[in-house]
C-alpha cells in the first residue's frame, strides 16, 4: 500500500519560500511510469494541481499560472520529493497534497494533507 506524507512549516511569511516534503513509502519514486504531484485548496476554493514529477526525475509539467514560482525535485535515498513555492502571497494559504499517480490518469494514494498558512 503506497502511504504519503506531506512535512514542512504551517505559517510562512509573505514574500518568503515556502518548502514542502512529501516521503513516501510502499513504492519506489523510480517505479515506470509512476508520477508525483502536488495539488493544494485554497480556503473555499477548488483543488489546485500545481505540478508533478515522474519516475525518470523530469519536472513533468506545471500549473502555468504558478510556474513561475514553483520549482519541484526529489531525493531518491530518502523517497522523497519537494515542492518550493517562491513570493508567497496570503493567497498561497492552503492545504497542499502530495499525489500518487499510477500512470494513465489513474489516481493512486493522496497524502493527509498540510495545512500552510501565509501571514506576517
Known amino acids: 500500500q503506497v502511504q504519503l506524507r506531506e512535512s514542512g512549516p504551517g505559517l510562512v511569511k509573505p514574500s518568503q519560500t515556502l518548502s514542502l516534503t512529501c516521503t513516501v513509502s510502499?513504492?519506489?519514486?523510480?517505479?515506470?511510469?509512476?508520477?508525483w504531484h502536488w495539488i493544494r485548496q485554497a480556503p473555499g476554493k477548488g483543488l489546485e494541481w500545481m505540478g508533478l514529477?515522474?519516475?525518470?526525475?523530469?519536472?513533468?509539467g506545471y500549473n502555468p499560472s504558478l510556474k513561475s514560482r514553483t520549482s519541484l525535485s526529489r531525493d531518491t535515498s530518502k523517497n522523497q520529493f519537494t515542492l518550493q513555492l517562491s513570493s508567497v502571497t496570503p493567497e498561497d494559504t492552503a492545504v497542499y497534497y502530495c499525489?500518487?499517480?499510477?500512470?494513465?490518469?489513474?489516481?493512486?494514494?493522496w497524502g493527509q494533507g498540510t495545512q500552510v498558512t501565509v501571514s506576517s
Open positions: 499525489v500518487h499517480e499510477i500512470g494513465g490518469g489513474t489516481w493512486g494514494s
Open positions: 514529477i515522474n519516475w525518470r526525475g523530469d519536472t513533468a
Open positions: 510502499g513504492a519506489s519514486l523510480t517505479t515506470d511510469y509512476y508520477y
